[in-house]
């Protein structure tokens, strides 16, 4: 088992910056392959950034590209998402997510795919003002 807390989201103006964190405990962290999704009121989960288990290979949804930054750190078992210039759209709930297969493999087409995640946290709430 994995247990992945989320914490740092709040309430911020359109064009300010949000840093959201995901502290992972349980399991090796290095073994696993993070992501960031979320969801917004009446809409689907959707993708946000993934990150591969050690080298560090990147990916965006072409929503966030050059506004977001995935990084991670494996010698503290966390997962950051830095938020630059915040859009009203940005609203959701966002969750961050663990993958073992995505750790072995690596590879984008999985890492925007929410059923490649076994491992979830319960979430934090970013809410841009107009």
């Known amino acids: 088992q994995v247990q992945l807390v989320e914490s740092g989201g709040g309430l911020v103006q359109a064009g300010g910056s949000l840093r959201l964190s995901c502290a992972a405990s349980g399991r090796t962290f290095s073994n696993y392959a993070m992501g960031w999704f979320r969801q917004a009121p009446g809409k689907e989960r959707e993708f946000v950034a993934a990150?591969?288990?050690?080298?560090?290979?990147?990916y965006y949804a072409d929503s966030v590209k050059g506004r977001f930054t995935i990084s991670r750190d494996n010698a503290k078992s966390t997962v950051a998402l830095q938020m630059n210039s915040l859009k009203p759209e940005d609203t959701a709930v966002y969750y961050c997510?663990?993958?073992?297969?995505?750790?072995?493999?690596?590879?984008?087409?999985?890492?925007?795919?929410?059923?490649?995640?076994?491992?979830w946290g319960q979430g934090t709430q970013v809410t841009v003002s107009s």
């Open positions: 997510a663990a993958s073992a297969s995505l750790g072995r493999i690596w590879y984008r087409g999985g890492a925007s795919s929410s059923p490649r995640y076994e491992y």
């Open positions: 990150i591969s288990s050690t080298i560090g290979n990147s």
